[in-house]
């Protein structure tokens, strides 16, 4: 439906003779769903439309390509031919109507600059402060405080430095009337993830939290890195990892974890989470029918669905590796030290040591132990942990191929004898009062799967 806001605000007749064209925007291929009509809009009847435009399930439907992201598209091309009863061009002053007027298809205008001026119409004279920027994202524009971008963005505080080196878009605009207001402009990323990403910086913090989508969640996370905003990062990380996966979602997740690993430090959220998506399939379509009808209901994304399938079958060898320090202080009455825990096969593991004695011999203990989940359990094909000497990173270790299981009952296993005390201390394993111990190990399979894995916010990043 096509309404127009009344004129004339102090009352009186108007009408207004136009034509118009309603559209969908495909934004797959471009073939654009559209009606064309006339209609005389008047102070008695302001809007007309369709009642039955399309048809809901077309629209809705993915392989259509109407619907992205969530977002639907509707524009309207409309074509004034005669208005009469507006006197005051609806608050317009001269100078900007015929701005605008004199704009047509072959005048030399800039595009961009008239895109901004249009923009600039839904500004507030508020809003065009010296404290103010405008940040653009294509159709999407948010006005926002300088200060706080500064405080809670570095690329901002570094961006309005005077030893600024990032390249990046920037205009100012050469106009008495906005010679004050800045833009930013931010092409490459996702105009939903901006939106979300920014409002929830200005205080509306909705759209953030109700997001439970892992694409939107990966866009956002790649703005947040761009601009460096700290506590975003940790809290995009943090539901990403705590969001529960199901059979609607796994598919998003599983091409998110691909995205992220464009972005190098953020490789092991994107392995943790192409290993949460392995496990949670492996769990679930362990039967033919339940395995095709996951292929139907993600027909759009079938090469990822092909290659996820491809990941069940495989025994994949996971590698975590440790420092541990203050060797020279452990007692054989010392508790196990736990490592860092790493997050391999949906699980958060562990290198665990300790200094043991057997019949008058100091040994150095060590074992990999997985946190108890009473939602899983798994079988490890072969184990193996070395002992790493830092000076040309030759190593001594210990392994086994015997199949063992890892569950509540018994989630720690290694050897009590690993290697001689003094041979730790005296055969160059030791630097700086530090030992290297590195483990692998193959997962023959898994059973159940977490919903969420509460990480601890010093493996954040």
């Known amino acids: 439906q096509i309404e127009v806001e009344n004129p004339n605000s102090g009352g009186g007749s108007w009408s207004c003779e136009s034509e118009v064209e309603l559209r969908i925007l495909n934004q797959k291929d471009g073939t654009h769903l559209s009606e064309k009509f006339e209609h005389k809009f008047t102070s008695e009847r302001p809007h007309t439309g369709f009642k039955s435009f399309k048809n809901w399930n077309t629209i809705l439907d993915k392989s259509n390509g109407y619907v992205k992201d969530g977002t639907l598209i509707i524009e309207a091309v409309i074509d004034v031919k005669e208005v009469v009863g507006v006197s005051d061009a609806h608050g317009k002053t001269e100078e900007t109507i015929k701005w605008f007027d004199n704009f047509n298809e072959d005048a030399q205008c800039d595009k961009e600059d008239l895109a901004l001026k249009t923009m600039l119409d839904d500004v507030s004279e508020e809003d065009l402060t010296d404290s103010n920027v405008i940040l653009r994202c294509e159709k999407v524009h948010i006005v926002c405080d300088q200060q706080l971008l500064v405080e809670e963005s570095e690329y901002f505080r570094a961006r309005f430095s005077k030893n600024w080196k990032r390249n990046s878009q920037f205009s100012q605009i050469d106009n008495e009337d906005y010679s004050t ?71 998003e997740a599983y091409e998110a974890s691909h995205d992220l690993y464009s972005i190098e430090r953020y490789k092991g959220t994107a392995a943790s989470l192409q290993d949460r998506c392995i496990a949670y399939c492996g769990a679930n379509l ?50 196990k030290t736990l490592s860092t825990p790493h997050i391999r096969g949906n699980l958060l593991w562990h290198i665990n040591i300790r200094k043991s004695t057997k019949e008058n011999q100091e040994y150095l203990s060590s074992y990999l132990s997985y946190d108890t989940n009473p939602e899983v359990s798994c079988k490890l094909k072969k184990r193996e942990i070395r002992l790493y000497k830092p000076s040309d990173f030759t190593f001594y270790k210990k392994h086994s191929t015997k199949v063992v299981n890892y569950d509540n009952e018994s989630n720690s296993r290694g050897w009590n004898i690993f290697e001689l005390w003094s041979d730790v201390l005296g055969n160059g394993f030791v630097k700086d009062d530090e030992i290297l111990l590195e483990a692998r190990f193959v997962i023959k399979s898994t059973s159940g799967i977490p919903s969420s894995l509460e990480v601890p916010e010093s493996i954040i990043r």
Request: contains cysteine; aromatic residues 12%; glycine residues 2%.
């Open 181 to 251: 207001l800045r833009t930013f402009n931010f092409p490459e990323f996702s105009p939903l993830a901006f939106k979300t990403v920014f409002e929830y910086l200005i205080g509306y913090s909705s759209m953030m939290k109700d997001c439970n989508n892992f694409l939107e969640l990966c866009d956002m996370l790649r703005l947040v890195d761009y601009l460096i905003i700290p506590k975003l990062i940790k809290m995009i990380r943090d539901k990403m990892r705590q969001l529960p996966l199901d059979a609607f979602n796994v598919i």
């Open 286 to 335: 362990a039967s033919w029918q339940g395995l095709i009808s996951f292929i139907v209901d993600n027909q759009d994304y079938l090469a990822s669905v092909m290659e996820l399938i491809e990941h069940l079958g495989e025994e994949k060898e996971c590698v975590i590796r440790s420092k541990f320090c203050d060797v020279s202080k452990m007692t054989v009455k010392d508790k």
